[in-house]
């Protein structure tokens, strides 16, 4: 097919468009290098060592083949231009900001975001995105890509793919115990007064055990699919309750709900909030709109988690 005369552009116009096409084709370069660091260790092995380290250190301290040498110092160009690593006079490599938070990712429970990126960059999460054309020419509305892609929802793949579901967990385990060290410590007053609370969607229960801990006269319990509910070890006082939240949300003071809304309908996002306000131990009348469909009737939203807030719902 042929440009038209008005569609016709400078050798100047052409450079800078291919420019943004490459760096547009090429950004999961980007991702990628950086799930290769993670799985590596190497924000750990540079940790580790305790002082900025040389290349041929971190060859050892990864035990990868000297015959990696070139390669890894590829690597670490990249990732010190992306601002991960930072890069010193001596040719040493050592932890920026954005590296101290992957910290921790070989130890089990550290404050690590390490989890959430692996997550995230796996193959399972970003099948969809190689199919989106598919989905976009297939008939209906009810699929999402990863669906389409995959044959089921996110819940069914961690149910048949038990590798994946523990990956999933500790992805999102990994980003709360980062979210809820702001939380406690900033917005405490959410919880202050609370006797119960019942974490929706709540997963191992890291959100439940860090409240509880916190508050220890608070009932902390979590509602979860039974194939997470199953693969969970004993988490002290925290309960946990298998079942679906558009059947039954088990009674309580307050409701927590994390990163649970953002996969649903508008429809089923009113859905989940009548049985939370359900759950909630209040005797009011249903509302009108949003919050209000489901039954509440004024809300406050505290912008103190970076890109996130607390949006607190009441009946």
Same mark, same amino acid.
């Given at each position: 097919?042929? @440009?038209?005369?008005?569609?016709?552009?400078?050798?100047?116009?052409?450079?800078?468009?291919?420019? #943004?096409?490459?760096?547009?084709?090429?950004?999961?370069?980007? !991702?990628?290098?950086?799930?290769?660091?993670?799985?590596? %260790?190497?924000?750990?092995?540079?940790? &580790?060592?305790?002082? $900025?380290?040389? &290349?041929?250190?971190?060859?050892?301290?990864?035990?990868?083949? $000297?015959?990696?040498?070139?390669?890894?110092?590829?690597?670490?160009?990249?990732? =010190?231009?992306? /601002?991960?690593?930072?890069?010193?006079?001596?040719?040493?490599?050592?932890?920026?900001?954005?590296?101290?938070?992957?910290?921790? *990712?070989?130890?089990?429970?550290?404050?690590?975001? !390490?989890?959430?990126?692996?997550?995230?960059?796996?193959? #399972?999460?970003?099948?969809?995105?190689?199919?989106? !054309?598919?989905?976009?020419?297939?008939?209906?509305? %009810?699929? =999402? $890509?990863?669906?389409?892609?995959?044959?089921?929802?996110?819940?069914?793949?961690?149910?048949?793919?038990? !590798?994946?579901?523990?990956?999933?967990?500790?992805?999102?385990?990994?980003?709360?115990?980062?979210?809820?060290?702001?939380?406690?410590?900033?917005?405490?007053?959410?919880?202050?007064?609370?006797?119960? &609370? @019942?974490? @929706?969607?709540?997963?191992?229960?890291?959100?439940?055990?860090?409240?509880?801990?916190?508050?220890? *006269?608070?009932?902390?319990?979590?509602?979860?699919?039974?194939?997470?509910?199953?693969?969970?070890?004993?988490?002290?006082?925290?309960?946990?309750?298998?079942?679906?939240?558009?059947?039954?949300?088990?009674?309580?003071?307050?409701?927590?709900?994390?990163?649970? &809304?953002?996969?649903?309908?508008?429809?089923?996002?009113?859905?989940?909030?009548?049985?939370?306000?359900?759950?909630?131990?209040?005797?009011?009348?249903?509302?009108?709109?949003?919050?209000?469909?489901? /039954?509440?009737?004024?809300?406050?939203?505290? $912008?103190?988690?970076?890109?996130?807030?607390?949006?607190?719902?009441?009946?």
């Amino acid at each position: 097919m042929e @440009v038209t005369e008005d569609e016709k552009i400078s050798s100047d116009e052409f450079m800078r468009a291919e420019a #943004v096409l490459w760096t547009h084709m090429f950004n999961h370069i980007d !991702s990628m290098s950086l799930k290769c660091a993670i799985e590596l %260790g190497i924000p750990d092995a540079i940790h &580790l060592h305790g002082k $900025p380290i040389s &290349l041929s250190e971190l060859l050892s301290a990864l035990s990868i083949s $000297p015959s990696k040498s070139p390669h890894l110092r590829r690597l670490m160009r990249l990732l =010190t231009h992306l /601002g991960i690593f930072a890069e010193n006079e001596a040719n040493t490599y050592s932890l920026t900001s954005v590296s101290i938070v992957l910290v921790g *990712a070989s130890k089990a429970g550290a404050t690590s975001l !390490s989890g959430f990126v692996l997550t995230m960059l796996h193959p #399972v999460t970003l099948g969809p995105f190689q199919s989106m !054309s598919t989905w976009f020419k297939s008939e209906g509305e %009810g699929a =999402t $890509p990863f669906s389409a892609h995959h044959g089921c929802d996110v819940w069914g793949v961690t149910q048949r793919n038990p !590798s994946y579901n523990e990956i999933f967990n500790e992805g999102m385990a990994s980003d709360v115990r980062v979210l809820m060290k702001v939380l406690l410590k900033d917005c405490k007053h959410v919880f202050e007064g609370l006797k119960s &609370l @019942v974490d @929706v969607g709540g997963g191992t229960g890291s959100t439940a055990m860090a409240i509880a801990e916190a508050f220890p *006269a608070i009932n902390c319990s979590v509602l979860e699919l039974p194939q997470v509910v199953s693969t969970v070890k004993e988490k002290g006082s925290v309960e946990f309750i298998a079942g679906d939240m558009f059947d039954h949300v088990p009674p309580a003071n307050a409701v927590l709900l994390k990163w649970i &809304l953002h996969d649903w309908t508008d429809e089923d996002c009113v859905r989940i909030l009548k049985r939370c306000k359900e759950a909630v131990l209040s005797k009011e009348s249903d509302g009108g709109g949003g919050g209000g469909a489901a /039954g509440f009737t004024n809300y406050k939203i505290t $912008p103190a988690l970076g890109l996130r807030s607390v949006i607190e719902l009441y009946p």
